[in-house]
């Protein structure tokens, strides 16, 4: 028994995303890449980020907390905000640290050392986090097969999909993850249809029950008219064709934004079950269609606008974005592709 538990990987039950970092050096050369392209995202100003948040920079070469040399740092966010745990050697030294973190802004932050635990939290509410953390509990056997490498994620995921873990390499071209999604019933079945030979975004996939709701799911959040043929496809695809930038203002004008073309039952292509795709350099053409005045309109053309002033250059130089799947049970296994040039 106690090699099970030993074995076990254990997340907070209240977590939404999930990341544990046991080597951060891909991570930094990923930034670093990055942060010529778009500055906020190169290690420094992330770093300070970490520090606000959970006290730590994992992305430092050194830390003043008294950290384990080895063992994984888990990064873990929920609505009630954002929290760390790490492994101490210095319990005396990560106390002392933790006291001055908190005094800097006692009424977001919380934490406390236990045993040879870190435990760091801050947010809207700091002290139930840490609860949180401080009871985590197992993954199921078949996503804690996939927590594994230098970093992994997990995320918990909207019904029909329950939750994924993807292990992650990153380096200065780019990031692939590998994993698994779980479900309560099939996601994927047969070969992908051929198609979208063009488009800002494709997804083409085979598809079983979960797979259609999730993609109905995922239309809805988007605001976007529920399509009459999908409940009943064996295949699906779904390319995104334009983006008239114009009408964006609030959340729902997305839906009114997006030129979707549906195609439905096409001839199989014979490979993955799942092959989705984003060209970012085109997604970065429609944004560069936005003007200061559009921005006006209301906080999803703010956010838009500035996110392309920010990450413009970036998506420039990145992709295609790129995700294959196949079913594995009551689930998928799925790649996820982002070059970085």
């Given at each position: 028994?106690?090699p099970?538990l030993?074995?076990?990987?254990l997340?907070?039950?209240?977590?939404d995303?999930?990341?544990s970092?046991?080597d951060?050096?891909?991570l930094?050369?990923?930034l670093?890449?990055?942060?010529?392209?778009?500055?906020?995202?190169?290690?420094e100003?992330?770093g300070?980020?970490?520090?606000d948040?959970?006290?730590?920079?994992?992305?430092?070469?050194?830390s003043?907390w008294?950290?384990?040399p080895?063992?994984?740092?888990?990064?873990?966010?929920s609505?009630?905000?954002?929290?760390?745990?790490?492994p101490?050697?210095?319990?005396?030294t990560?106390?002392r640290?933790?006291?001055?973190w908190?005094?800097?802004?006692?009424?977001?932050?919380?934490?406390?050392?236990?045993?040879?635990?870190?435990?760091t939290?801050?947010?809207?509410?700091?002290?139930?986090?840490l609860?949180?953390?401080?009871?985590?509990?197992?993954?199921?056997?078949?996503?804690?097969a996939?927590?594994?490498?230098?970093?992994?994620?997990?995320?918990r995921?909207l019904?029909?999909?329950?939750?994924?873990?993807?292990a992650?390499?990153?380096g200065?071209?780019g990031?692939?993850a590998?994993?698994?999604?779980?479900?309560?019933?099939?996601?994927l079945?047969?070969?992908?249809?051929?198609?979208?030979?063009?488009?800002?975004?494709?997804l083409?996939?085979?598809?079983?029950?979960?797979?259609?709701r999730?993609?109905?799911?995922a239309?809805?959040?988007?605001g976007m008219?529920?399509?009459?043929?999908?409940?009943?496809a064996?295949?699906?695809?779904?390319?995104l064709?334009?983006?008239d930038?114009h009408?964006?203002s609030?959340g729902?004008?997305?839906g009114?934004?997006?030129?979707v073309?549906p195609?439905?039952d096409a001839?199989?292509?014979?490979?993955p079950?799942?092959?989705?795709?984003?060209?970012?350099?085109?997604?970065?053409?429609?944004?560069?269609?936005?003007?200061?005045l559009?921005?006006?309109?209301?906080?999803?053309?703010?956010?838009?606008?500035a996110?392309?002033?920010?990450?413009?250059?970036l998506?420039?130089?990145?992709?295609?974005?790129t995700?294959?799947?196949?079913?594995?049970g009551?689930?998928?296994?799925i790649?996820?592709?982002?070059?970085?040039?």
């Open positions: 028994m106690l099970l030993l074995a076990a990987v997340v907070p039950a209240s977590a995303v999930v990341l970092v046991e951060a050096s891909g930094r050369a990923l670093e890449k990055a942060g010529a392209y778009a500055p906020s995202l190169a290690p100003p992330v300070k980020t970490l520090h948040r959970v006290g730590v920079d994992l992305l430092a070469r050194t003043q008294g950290l384990a080895r063992g994984a740092r888990m990064l873990v966010f609505h009630d905000g954002a929290g760390l745990i790490a101490v050697r210095n319990a005396g990560a106390k640290m933790v006291v001055s908190i005094a800097e802004d006692p009424q977001r932050r919380a934490g406390r050392v236990s045993g040879l635990r870190l435990l939290a801050s947010g809207r509410n700091p002290a139930a986090l609860a949180a953390m401080s009871r985590p509990a197992p993954l199921p056997a078949a996503l804690a996939r927590a594994r490498g230098p970093a992994w994620l997990w995320l995921l019904e029909p999909l329950r939750a994924a873990v993807l992650i390499n990153a200065s071209t990031i692939v590998r994993g698994l999604v779980v479900a309560g019933a099939p996601v079945s047969g070969s992908a249809p051929a198609g979208c030979a063009a488009g800002i975004a494709c083409r996939a085979g598809v079983a029950p979960a797979g259609r999730a993609i109905e799911v239309l809805a959040r988007l008219p529920a399509q009459a043929e999908l409940p009943r064996s295949r699906v695809e779904e390319r064709d334009g983006v930038v009408v964006l609030d729902p004008s997305l009114r934004a997006f030129h073309a195609v439905f001839a199989p292509a014979g490979g079950s799942l092959d989705a795709s984003v060209a970012l350099v085109d997604l970065d053409a429609v944004l560069a269609g936005l003007t200061p559009d921005a006006l309109r209301g906080p999803l053309a703010t956010g838009a606008y996110f392309h002033l920010l990450y413009g250059s998506l420039r130089n990145a992709g295609p974005l995700l294959t799947g196949n079913p594995r009551d689930g998928a296994e790649e996820l592709r982002l070059p970085l040039r």
